[in-house]
């Protein structure tokens, strides 16, 4: 698991094209709106990312993953873990410039290391 975390961090210094963006870092800030939007602030970007909705489906993500999501953003937070997000876009974007907010694409995972 080291040896692919180590492999995904040095593939994240490149510039990143459309397709499999792999965005590796701690949560520095974690937030829930009062409509349910799970919002956090990661290590590698200086703004905040929306992954999913506690009160209904956001992008396709189901309330039950959101809450399983947003324990593992609590969790790593809380343990200072390092979390591993994966998006998968048509767009050519890169860990610290992706959409913000609303406007932020959905993730196809997120993982908490062991680190």
Not at 28 to 33: A, E, F, T
Not at 60 to 79: D, F, M, R, V
């Amino acid at each position: 698991m080291r040896v692919l975390i180590g492999v995904l961090a040095i593939g994240l210094s490149f510039s990143a094209s459309a397709g499999n963006i792999y965005c590796l870092g701690s949560v520095v800030n974690l937030y829930v709106s009062s409509s349910g939007d799970v919002i956090f602030q990661a290590s590698y970007r200086s703004d905040y990312t929306e992954v999913c909705n506690l009160h209904g489906s956001w992008q396709g993500i189901s309330t039950e993953t959101c809450y399983a999501w947003y324990s593992q953003l609590i969790a790593a937070q809380t343990h200072t873990k390092q979390i591993l997000l994966n998006y998968q876009t048509t767009a050519t974007y890169t860990c610290a410039n992706l959409p913000t907010y609303e406007n932020s694409p959905v993730p196809g995972y997120v993982m908490v290391s062991s680190n």
